[in-house]
C-alpha cells in the first residue's frame, strides 16, 4: 500500500507598491492571485493545497517588511498554519537582502518552505537559496537605483525653478503642479514680513499673531485628512519669514534657484527680514544670554505637515571635590 503523500498547506501572498487601480473589478492583486492559485492547482499531486485566507499587502512598499499582511502572513507561519509561501515574483515578497534573510529564517524555523511561481525556485534546497539571493541583490540594486533617479529628476526640476510637491505655503495652491497666488493670504504674509522688522522677537510677533486670531494653512490630503489651520509657532513663523518661495524662489538642499511662479514679498524686505533673523540666531537677545542655536528649526515636520520646534532641558549634577590634605 503507497503510503499517503504529506499535505502541504500553501498561502498566497500578493503586493502592489500603489494604490492606483486596485479599486478595479479586476486588478494587479487578483493577477497575481490567480496564477499563484494555479500553480497550486498543479502541484495538487505532491500534496499541495490552498488555503482561503488572502494576504494582500496594497499599495505598501516592498523595501520594508512593516507590512500589515505580511506580518499576519509570518505570524501563521510561526504559529505552524502553513507548510508553503506562494508568490507571483520574488520582489513582491520583499526587494531587500537584509529583510529575505529574515523571512527565511521564519520560514526555516516553521520548517516552512517559499515559492516563486514565475521564476520557478524554492528555497528548499541550497542551490536555489543561492539563485533567490541573486535575484534580490538586483532586486534591492533595482529600487536604490530608482531612488537616486527620483532624486536626480527633483533636483533638475527644482533648479528649473518648478514646484515639485510637498506642503503647500500660506499664499500659494498648487495648481497643476504649478503655484498659485490667494489674494488674500498674500497680504497675510506682506503684513508679517513687516511686523517682524518692528517686532521685539518672533515670540513677541508669536503671541501678537496668536491673539489675532492667525493661523498656519489649512491642508486637506486626498483621503480627507486634515491638517494646519492652527495657531501659528515659533518654529512656523520662522519657517515662513525665511521662505525664499515668496520672493519668487524655489529652495533645493542648500541651493536656491529663480522659481516659476510669480513673488509676492519685495526682495528689499525678504533681505531685511533674513539679516535681521540671521543676527538673533547669531548673537542672541542684547537683554539676555545667548541662545542656543538650532540648526534644524522650521525644516522638520510631522506626518500632519505641522512645524516642529526644539527643545531642551538642564540637568544640573553636583560635583563633589575631594580635598587631601598633605603633611
Known sequence: MA????????????RK?????????????DAQREACAAYVLSQQHEGWSLLP????????????????????????????????????????????LADFAKIVDVLDEAEASFVSVTQAFSTTSSMGRLTLNVLLSFAQFEREVGAERIRDKVAASKAKGMWMGGSVPLVYKAVDRKLVIILEEAETVREIMRRYLEAASIKALVEELGKEGVVSKRHVSKRGRVSGGLPIKRGALKH????????????HKDKVYPGLHEAIVERQIFDAVQAKLKERTSHGSSAGPKRR??????????????????????????IHLLCVKHE
Open 53 to 96: 485566507a488572502p494576504y494582500d499587502d496594497g499599495g505598501h512598499s516592498g523595501g520594508t517588511l512593516e507590512r500589515p499582511a505580511l506580518q499576519q502572513l509570518l505570524e501563521d507561519v510561526r504559529l505552524g498554519k502553513i507548510d508553503v509561501v506562494v508568490v507571483y515574483k520574488i520582489d513582491r515578497l520583499t526587494r531587500s
Open 3 to 14: 503510503k499517503p503523500e504529506k499535505k502541504l498547506r500553501c498561502a498566497i501572498y500578493t
Open 17 to 29: 507598491s500603489t494604490d492606483e487601480g486596485l479599486d478595479k473589478d479586476f486588478n494587479s492583486l
Open 293 to 318: 542655536l538650532a540648526l534644524l528649526a522650521g525644516m522638520i515636520f510631522d506626518e500632519r505637515g505641522r512645524p516642529m520646534s526644539p527643545t531642551h532641558q538642564k540637568t544640573w549634577a553636583t
Open 240 to 251: 515662513l519669514l525665511s521662505n525664499p518661495l515668496y520672493v519668487g524662489e524655489v529652495r
